[in-house]
């Protein structure tokens, strides 16, 4: 009789702390599923996911979505969504704070919540400026305007190709983000001619897509990348030092030069450096002391080195030119140019890379192109025949921690598909 009163005890114990721990459990389940709601009938429960989008629940609201007309502002479509003039002014006057609301473009799409009853009150306006920005506004008595951005998500991914045409056509033959063309040539733009591509090429790259609501929105960081021009592989890591980020061959040194290839991204060579060459307009032969690119006018042109503007003006031969001294030894010449871009003028440093005019065809030229020149020593020289001299390399003391960072980078590539 003692035992059984001993298990009984224990038993109930046991009931006790069984149901504590349920609900615990229970307790710890609905506390971490914050975007989880229960519905009960008797004992029961069927959980729902509550589906939000910029922070709206979405089963409290009929959604419509419509794509923004030529001509049409925010006051337009607020009054054409059936608000009233004084809650119109004053969403677009709280709007215009947090917002540039003469940047909303046509084309972009934006969304109206109303409510499910009768009335079909609008409560909420929300405008796409981009995949990531948007324009939200609260519609009360007193409307509440925040400019927010999605989340984005980064997935890590390697993509590879072998060069058909040209860089930015073999992206989209092999489902590749075209801007993934622009990246590698900023990358590889001090050691691949990017205008001497030949079919067979190859490259991989090692790298980051950029998501939002699962869809690709765009290329985030690029860890590594090979490329293979004229069948001569050459790596490219991304590694960081004195806080600044920069992209390293397998032996640290960098693949930054001290002048680009090209002043253009992409475009053609038209004509090269000649001592004697039949001018198209003169109708002479004469010296061609440069090289010519032809591009679209209005296309970037960037210089090819840190420097300081020496010269900008027009002649009758050159026309709108533009004229940067790098060094005591490096000085280039843009001829041709349709204009300038805002502010550039005679005695401004301008870095690396940066927008010095735009394609053009002023002065002497039979089409839109870009008459690249380069002097050493105050002799002309043949751009396409100069070497440029690497930026500073990876430190010898950094070498074991490079080496050890990019190894694991270096099979990564090895192991992609080609």
């Excluded at 979405?58 to 337009?76: G, W």
């Excluded at 984005?152 to 930015?168: A, E």
């Excluded at 001569?232 to 001290?258: I, P, V, W």
């Excluded at 010519?292 to 420097?307: K, L, V, W």
Aim: proline share 4%; aromatic share 12%.
């Amino acid at each position: 009789m003692q035992v059984k009163k001993i298990s009984a005890f224990g038993i109930g114990i046991a009931v006790v702390i069984l149901l504590s721990i349920f609900k615990s459990t229970e307790s710890s389940i609905i506390t971490r599923n914050k975007n989880i709601y229960a519905v009960g009938i008797d004992e029961n429960i069927i959980y729902h996911d509550i589906q939000k989008e910029y922070g709206i629940t979405l089963d409290s609201f009929e959604v419509v979505q419509n794509r923004i007309h030529r001509n049409y502002n925010l006051a337009r479509l607020l009054t054409e969504a059936g608000l009233e003039s004084d809650i119109v002014n004053k969403a677009t006057f709280r709007a215009s704070e947090v917002f540039n609301i003469r940047n909303i473009k046509a084309g972009n799409d934006y969304k109206l919540y109303f409510t499910k009853d009768s009335s079909k009150t609008l409560k909420y306006f929300v405008y796409k400026h981009s995949p990531v920005d948007y324009l939200k506004i609260a519609l009360r008595d007193e409307p509440v305007a925040e400019k927010g951005q999605k989340e984005i998500t980064l997935v890590r991914k390697t993509c590879s190709g072998k060069v058909s045409s040209s860089l930015w056509e073999t992206m989209i033959e092999n489902h590749i983000d075209p801007m993934m063309a622009i990246r590698l040539s900023e990358i590889y733009a001090w050691t691949v001619d990017f205008f001497g591509l030949e079919e067979g090429d190859q490259f991989k790259v090692i790298y980051d897509e950029q998501l939002v609501d699962s869809i690709p929105i765009g290329i985030g960081n690029i860890y590594a990348a090979s490329f293979v021009h004229s069948g001569e592989e050459m790596l490219a890591f991304e590694f960081e030092q004195d806080g600044s980020k920069g992209f390293y061959d397998e032996n640290g040194k960098s693949l930054r030069r001290e002048f680009l290839k090209a002043p253009l991204r992409f475009s053609r060579i038209s004509s090269g450096y000649s001592n004697s060459r039949f001018h198209p307009i003169l109708k002479i032969y004469r010296p061609h002391r440069g090289v010519d690119y032809a591009a679209p006018t209005g296309t970037p042109i960037h210089s090819i080195g840190d420097g300081t503007i020496v010269g900008k003006g027009y002649t009758k031969a050159a026309g709108y030119y533009i004229k940067v001294k790098h060094n005591s030894v490096y000085t280039t010449g843009y001829n041709h140019l349709s204009r300038y871009p805002r502010g550039i003028k005679k005695g401004q440093r301008v870095k690396q890379g940066d927008i010095i005019g735009y394609v053009g065809s002023t002065g002497y030229a039979t089409g839109p192109h870009l008459d690249f020149r380069m002097w050493k020593n105050g002799y002309a020289v043949n751009p396409l025949r100069v070497k440029a001299p690497p930026v500073k390399p990876i430190p010898q003391e950094e070498l074991p921690d490079y080496q050890y960072t990019i190894s694991a980078l270096k099979n990564e590539l090895l192991n992609a598909d080609s």
